[in-house]
T-cell receptor, first 110, second 116 residues
Framework: GIQVEQSPPDLILQEGANSTLRCNFS?????LQWFHQNPWGQLINLFY???GTKQNGRLSATTVATERYSLLYISSSQTTDSGVYFC????????????FGQGTILTVHP | EAGVAQSPRYKIIEKRQSVAFWCNPI?????LYWYQQILGQGPKLLIQ????????DSQLPKDRFSAERLKGVDSTLKIQPAKLEDSAVYLC??????????????FGPGTRLTVL
């Protein structure tokens, strides 16, 4: 099946810093989603981005499907950005099933 | 628009007991998914329904896990008997048909199961 690798596994920032999270995947995809899992375990949708670039406030994402990677940018980080960020993909043969990466644990200090 | 609803939010049981989780998807979403998330890992698909039919249950431990979506709306996931390694968060998600141009999945708050 498709492999999804996220980097870095852990990231510690001071409030106000910028960061880039990366997601590499091993096959073509129909769907790519970025999620933020908050301390209560809720998965919050950030982006649905199988290709191209999207922006939502301080967050933006870019997926280069031909090169099999996606990037999540967080600018001017806040303590509320802390949590685990997951990339998940639906490959061409999986018909909806999302395969998740291992996540990036982000900690933002005040 | 209401999100995906799940209950209970927390459950603690002894090993070998049985437990059931309930999920109500977003209205109009034909596809429903159950995922298992073990601490420190990403969620892993257990079973996928389209309307009331099973699309993928290849990762469901069928000797102890069962799931149904009888009327094509809400769904129940059952574990009987539970093992210690079943301790995890069980997440329900829903989406439009995967063949739709946009089939973004939305997740419920999850049920945190602890097996003692």
């Amino acid at each position: 099946g498709i492999q999804v690798e996220q980097s870095p596994p852990d990231l510690i920032l001071q409030e106000g810093a910028n960061s880039t999270l990366r997601c590499n995947f091993s096959d073509s995809v129909n769907n790519l989603q970025w999620f933020h899992q908050n301390p209560w375990g809720q998965l919050i949708n950030l982006f649905y981005i199988p290709s191209g670039t999207k922006q939502n406030g301080r967050l933006s994402a870019t997926t280069v499907a031909t090169e099999r990677y996606s990037l999540l940018y967080i600018s001017s980080s806040q303590t509320t950005d802390s949590g685990v960020y997951f990339c998940a993909v639906d490959s061409g043969t999986s018909y909806g099933k999302l395969t998740f990466g291992q996540g990036t644990i982000l900690t933002v200090h005040p | 628009e209401a999100g995906v609803a799940q209950s209970p939010r927390y459950k603690i049981i002894e090993k070998r007991q049985s437990v059931a989780f309930w999920c109500n998807p977003i209205s109009g979403h034909a596809t429903l998914y159950w995922y298992q998330q073990i601490l420190g890992q990403g969620p892993k698909l257990l079973i996928q329904f389209q309307n009331n039919g099973v699309v993928d249950d290849s990762q469901l431990p069928k000797d102890r896990f069962s799931a149904e979506r009888l009327k094509g709306v809400d769904s129940t996931l059952k574990i009987q008997p539970a093992k210690l390694e079943d301790s995890a968060v069980y997440l329900c998600a829903s989406s439009f048909f995967p063949t739709e141009p946009t089939h973004e999945q939305f997740f419920g708050p999850g049920t945190r199961l602890t097996v003692l």
